[in-house]
């Protein structure tokens, strides 16, 4: 915004001020949503609004405004409907035409009188009295090429809000995701519950967490990176079937697919197994899809997804033989496995265990492939601590994960409720974590004794909503439909930015796969290069599902 624009805006905030106008007032006057007079009025032809007294009363936004002489022109927004108003010089006193033409872009104003047509047929609310609401003092980004900058749009999301109709579409479509999935489990008898943000040692997942400190307690707390410990206990405790929807943290890099806060559904149910969660994954997600958009099917960067049927369930095993030949239960230690790798002429990388480079061999060779939606089972235990050994491969545990667009939304197990064996395992990560690994899990000792009082057969399920939505909505980048998505700080001396000027702000993320481009625009990530951290693994990644 130009220093005379911001000028010409206070000074005329200061001459309301001076006639004794209220630019802010604490009250409005009776008014009708512009979605209802539109309602009642859009049927109506010109010479029946004629001959129709009645008036109306409306508020909203200054969106445009556009004199022509004796005639002037606005459009009000007010919760994503619009309309047009019109000031006629000959038809109101002088005071009023100057006042509604003396009003800026931005503002907001309440107005009455009769509704007419113009002779483009366009329904119109021609002004007998106006009020200012609260006075602008920036302009709006131009409609068409003033708000484009996808940094200026993820950091300012309210001028997003106001200028793209995407913006609010997707908004609005987490909302309503968001209510589809409690009422679906609500209607399944789970119990929404609340679980600790702040907790004295975190886990259910292996991530690495953001720290702070109690005050009063001189204690250090973590931001929990999953709810699964404390949904757990509730079981114990007798709440057959639990789930929360909340925020979880996780201290790490961003992408694309991957953000520091993220919002996380998690639910637990006693007496089930984890392929009673892959039934209850896939009836969730549909009635989800069907409540929202109308059926299941869906396009995801030109992929036509169809999520209704049965999802196939494909074992890791089978999953990673099919597509690199290689059966990584038959090369079953990291030496073996490496060789194997070797020789069928793949990149070996630097996974320090036999799991972990199972996992770098799903993540880089199959995931990408898994378009249409799919269940993947049966994961190696030194990934997941958590979950319950395979009675048929010990070396596997039973757990999945469902992918869509190639991409995982979630994380499910048969929970793990043999206390002796989770203290076991539990100790084993203990020592990974003696050794520098800062992901590895915490061994938390009242969870433990709580096992020790008995946690009946459980299936866990835990699904990144952020993800679901991404997927839902067809967006390609997970900020577009988290609100207020973090960003890399902006440099002390970059200034203020000027969404009405468009424009880049230079970025030195590099310009890969995970960082993403979009409209030529590089988006700052916050991945660290050369950190050997693969976003897509199960291990710091910021991955949806901590069940």
């Not at 106008?21 to 309602?39: K, L, N």
């Not at 960082?515 to 991955?543: K, L, N, Q």
Request: charged share 30%.
């Amino acid at each position: 915004m130009s220093e005379r624009e911001r000028s010409a805006r206070r000074d005329r905030l200061r001459a309301l001020r001076e006639s004794g106008v209220d630019p802010y007032p604490a009250r409005i006057g009776r008014r009708e949503p512009i979605a209802r007079v539109r309602e009642r009025f859009e049927g109506l032809a010109a010479e029946d609004l004629e001959g129709d007294p009645s008036q109306v009363a409306i508020a909203g936004r200054v969106m445009a405004l556009r004199p022509f002489g004796k005639l002037v022109f606005l459009t009000l927004l007010e919760d994503g409907v619009r309309i047009q108003v019109s000031a006629r010089r000959d038809e109101v006193e002088p005071e009023l035409f100057r006042f509604v033409k003396q009003l800026d872009v931005g503002d907001f104003v309440r107005v009455e009188g009769p509704v007419w047509r113009t002779k483009s047929d366009e329904l119109t609310v021609d002004v007998r009295g106006a009020e200012l609401l609260a006075k602008s003092l920036r302009p709006l980004p131009e409609k068409w090429h003033g708000l484009v900058d996808l940094e200026t749009r993820y950091r300012q999301r309210y001028l997003d809000l106001l200028v793209n109709e995407e913006a609010r579409r997707l908004t609005i479509l987490r909302s309503r995701a968001v209510a589809a999935m409690r009422s679906f489990l609500d209607s399944r008898g789970f119990l929404e519950v609340e679980t600790p943000v702040l907790q004295p040692i975190y886990g259910g997942a292996a991530a690495r967490p953001f720290t702070t400190h109690h005050n009063a307690y001189d204690q250090q707390l973590y931001l929990r990176i999953s709810d699964e410990l404390y949904l757990k206990r509730l079981v114990v405790g007798g709440l057959d079937r639990v789930y929360e929807i909340g925020r979880v943290f996780r201290n790490e890099g961003v992408s694309r697919k991957h953000n520091p806060e993220f919002t996380m559904m998690e639910c637990y149910q006693a007496y089930a197994d984890y392929r009673d969660m892959m039934t209850l994954a896939q009836e969730m997600i549909q009635e989800i899809a069907g409540r929202v958009l109308g059926g299941p099917r869906i396009d995801v960067g030109g992929e036509k997804i169809d999520l209704s049927g049965e999802w196939p369930r494909i074992p890791l095993r089978d999953a990673i033989a099919d597509r690199i030949g290689i059966d990584v239960l038959e090369h079953g230690d990291l030496d073996r496995l490496r060789e194997a790798v070797r020789r069928a002429g793949l990149e070996v990388g630097e996974a320090p265990t036999w799991g972990r480079l199972v996992d770098d061999l799903f993540s880089e060779h199959v995931e990408p492939t898994l378009i249409q939606p799919s269940f993947v089972t049966d994961y190696p235990l030194e990934l997941s601590p958590l979950a319950k050994r395979s009675a048929s491969e010990p070396r596997l545990v039973e757990r999945f994960e469902p992918f869509i667009a190639g991409m995982e939304i979630g994380n499910a197990f048969s929970e793990l409720n043999d206390p002796e064996d989770q203290r076991g395992r539990l100790e084993a990560t203990m020592r990974d974590r003696e050794l520098g690994d800062e992901e590895a899990h915490p061994l938390d000792v009242d969870y433990l004794e709580a096992l020790e009082l008995g946690l009946p057969p459980t299936g866990g399920l835990g699904i990144g909503v952020d993800r679901l939505v991404m997927i839902l909505s067809g967006a390609a980048n997970l900020r577009e439909v988290i609100a207020f998505p973090h960003m890399r700080p902006q440099l002390p001396n970059a200034g203020s930015i000027r969404p009405s000027e468009g424009g880049s702000e230079a970025s030195d993320a590099p310009e890969t796969p995970e960082t993403g481009t979009e409209s030529g625009t590089a988006i700052r990530t916050g991945v660290e290069p050369g950190t050997g951290v693969d976003p897509d693994t199960g291990v710091g990644s910021g991955r949806p599902g901590g069940a």
